[in-house]
């Protein structure tokens, strides 16, 4: 029997769990439907994003002879017998190839898929779970329409089974019962891969002997064979992990940091703790090391990529680096300070060398006169006014005098000296 994620596999687009960007209504796919107008596509995400599924879809709206080749396998003699078929009874009016992993593709057999795409008598669907701008060929890449698809979200797969539960029922012939909570954690294991999810609904169906089946936390723990580390994104658990995160980073701590990242990294859910480490890279190194903030936006940036479970070796490196530099929330104590006055109404009039010149009759207001232009002056430097009148010996920035922010503060005060 095939597996249940192919027995319930989406017969209309709007079936499709996630990919709203590309094939919501008024999409480019969804025209593509609607107007019944096929071109060379090559989609690319990772497994289990409905990559084969769109393409099967599409297939549908043609009167093209259909065939499906998988890189993997298939050789120089499969793709030939499909091209000896051109032009004969069998695909008279031309085909449509859906071409799965055609990195796995060297760039003979993507040249001779090229040659018959170019005179219309094949249009190519590939798909590929790595960079095509790397591995496809790029004279086939060019003449191709690229769609990315994305990781489904825990909270795209919940919808996508409760949409479903009818026909995993009628599939199954067994009651479909769930908790919001364990079907959430599945999805999160799950890592973005939406035949992932369904095969562990599979696999709960085969656990339970019942004709009703309740995925709960029991459960969900024999389908995954571990233990279920959870916790409720609104309850106090999970504020607690993340504020002993954040304040064992802050405090210079890596071990401690390293401890709670794990337990946020097991509850699979990896975009809470991007987050927060790009809110501490600023808030608690600050000036103290400024290009922190930069280094951790490319390790964010990574994870997110690459998913669980790689994502956990970038997160720590992230964690433990942020954990050793240096510490300054000068930055922060500034803008809040400066927010309190705002939000106070105390601000002033600003001086009126600073205000905009560049308009007509800014000389009879005045406007900008008396403003001295720094780079006019040795070291790029003039003293003069900038706050208003009302806070002109306010102070909100105070260096912490640590890291790179002591070496800025020293050039600042000699600079003014």
Do not use: W
Request: contains cysteine; aromatic residues 8%; charged residues 30%.
């Amino acid at each position: 029997m095939e597996p249940l994620a192919v027995r319930i596999r989406p017969e209309k687009l709007e079936e499709i769990v996630g990919q709203k960007h590309i094939i919501g209504k008024g999409k480019l796919i969804d025209s593509i439907m609607k107007k019944k107008r096929l071109m060379n596509m090559i989609f690319y995400g990772p497994p289990g994003t409905g990559k084969t599924t769109v393409a099967n879809l599409l297939a549908e709206i043609t009167d093209r002879k259909f065939y499906k080749l998988n890189a993997t396998n298939a050789g120089v003699g499969d793709l030939k017998k499909v091209i000896n078929e051109l032009d004969t009874l069998l695909a008279i009016n031309g085909a449509v190839l859906y071409v799965d992993e055609i990195q796995h593709f060297n760039r003979k057999q993507q040249q001779l898929l090229l040659e018959h795409t170019e005179n219309g008598k094949i249009i190519l669907i590939a798909s590929t779970t790595e960079n095509p701008f790397q591995y496809v060929y790029k004279a086939l890449l060019s003449r191709s329409m690229l769609f990315e698809f994305r990781s489904i979200s825990p909270e795209d797969m919940l919808e996508g089974i409760e949409a479903s539960k009818l026909r995993i029922e009628g599939e199954s012939g067994k009651k479909l019962i769930y908790d919001e909570k364990s079907i959430l954690e599945m999805a999160r294991h799950a890592n973005g891969d939406y035949r992932k999810m369904l095969n562990y609904i599979e696999i709960g169906l085969l656990l339970e002997n019942g004709n009703r089946v309740h995925f709960k936390e029991d459960l969900v723990e024999r389908i995954l064979q571990k233990k279920v580390f959870t916790y409720d994104k609104t309850g106090d658990e999970y504020y607690d992990i993340i504020s002993a995160f954040q304040k064992s980073i802050r405090g210079s701590d890596p071990d401690a940091a390293v401890h709670y990242l794990a337990r946020l990294v097991e509850a699979g859910d990896i975009k809470p703790i991007c987050r927060r480490l790009l809110v501490m890279a600023a808030e608690d190194i600050g000036l103290a090391y400024p290009n922190a903030i930069n280094i951790v936006k490319s390790c964010v940036d990574s994870a997110l990529f690459v998913g669980l479970p790689e994502a956990r070796i970038i997160l720590s490196e992230a964690t433990i680096l942020l954990a050793l530099m240096p510490k300054s929330n000068s930055a922060l104590i500034a803008v809040d300070n400066a927010l309190g006055d705002v939000e106070k109404g105390v601000i002033g009039q600003i001086p009126n060398h600073l205000r905009d010149s560049h308009f007509t009759g800014a000389k009879r207001l005045k406007r900008g006169k008396g403003y001295k232009y720094p780079h006019s002056y040795d070291n790029h430097y003039v003293k003069q006014q900038y706050m208003p009148d009302l806070l002109k010996d306010k102070k909100y920035y105070n260096s912490s005098q640590t890291g790179q922010e002591s070496k800025f503060t020293e050039y600042n005060e000699k600079l003014k000296k």
